[in-house]
């Protein structure tokens, strides 16, 4: 390999990493607000933490960056649309939330996702051209029977169904000749 590894052929690669379709809501000055993030993961069982990235030029940085406490909901495979809703640019709040049904209001907790995850921000970091949020679980539900939403070389897809796996056969150390 020659040259430097750049922006571009991480975003190529990552292509084929599939991630969960999340979508945070939150509060900014009283209204509801909301964005679709590729970045969601866990970071600690104890404490409970999960953290997530914002590009800087998002729209929704600076109100996300400020807000004390959110929620993530981990979109269900039929909810794609909802995805993308969030992830277009330039709606105002009224405009984000009018199609949305919510199952608790205070919360912003989406309707029908797999499952949802009440935040208390613990940490900021700038990372390039990104802020890293890590955020304390205070309150957490997951819905049986839904399937997740992924997102995965450009599309959403939904989850496959469940592979056997069987161990290799062991290996017998025993059997091996020392020199």
């Given at each position: 390999?020659?040259?430097?590894?750049?922006?571009?052929?991480?975003?190529?690669?990552?292509?084929?990493?599939?991630?969960?379709?999340?979508?945070?809501?939150?509060?900014?000055?009283?209204?509801?607000?909301?964005?679709?993030?590729?970045?969601?993961?866990?970071?600690?069982?104890?404490?409970?933490?999960?953290?997530?990235?914002?590009?800087?030029?998002?729209?929704?940085?600076?109100?996300?960056?400020?807000?004390?406490?959110?929620?993530?909901?981990?979109?269900?495979?039929?909810?794609?649309?909802?995805?993308?809703?969030?992830?277009?640019?330039?709606?105002?709040?009224?405009?984000?939330?009018?199609?949305?049904?919510?199952?608790?209001?205070?919360?912003?907790?989406?309707?029908?996702?797999?499952?949802?995850?009440?935040?208390?921000?613990?940490?900021?970091?700038?990372?390039?051209?990104?802020?890293?949020?890590?955020?304390?679980?205070?309150?957490?539900?997951?819905?049986?029977?839904?399937?997740?939403?992924?997102?995965?070389?450009?599309?959403?897809?939904?989850?496959?169904?469940?592979m056997e796996v069987s161990l290799f056969a062991p290996v017998n150390r025993a059997s091996k000749e020392t020199p």
């Amino acid at each position: 390999m020659s040259g430097a590894f750049t922006g571009e052929g991480l975003r190529r690669v990552m292509r084929y990493v599939p991630s969960p379709v999340t979508v945070i809501t939150f509060f900014s000055n009283d209204e509801p607000r909301g964005m679709t993030i590729g970045s969601f993961t866990s970071v600690s069982v104890d404490p409970p933490l999960i953290l997530f990235n914002v590009d800087r030029q998002s729209g929704s940085h600076d109100a996300i960056n400020e807000a004390p406490r959110f929620t993530v909901n981990i979109l269900a495979e039929d909810q794609a649309a909802i995805g993308q809703h969030f992830a277009t640019s330039g709606l105002d709040s009224e405009e984000q939330f009018a199609p949305i049904e919510l199952m608790d209001a205070e919360r912003l907790i989406i309707d029908g996702t797999v499952a949802s995850l009440h935040c208390e921000t613990t940490a900021r970091h700038r990372a390039g051209d990104s802020t890293i949020i890590v955020a304390r679980v205070l309150e957490g539900s997951g819905y049986d029977g839904r399937r997740p939403l992924l997102y995965h070389n450009r599309t959403y897809r939904s989850l496959g169904e469940s592979m056997e796996v069987s161990l290799f056969a062991p290996v017998n150390r025993a059997s091996k000749e020392t020199p």
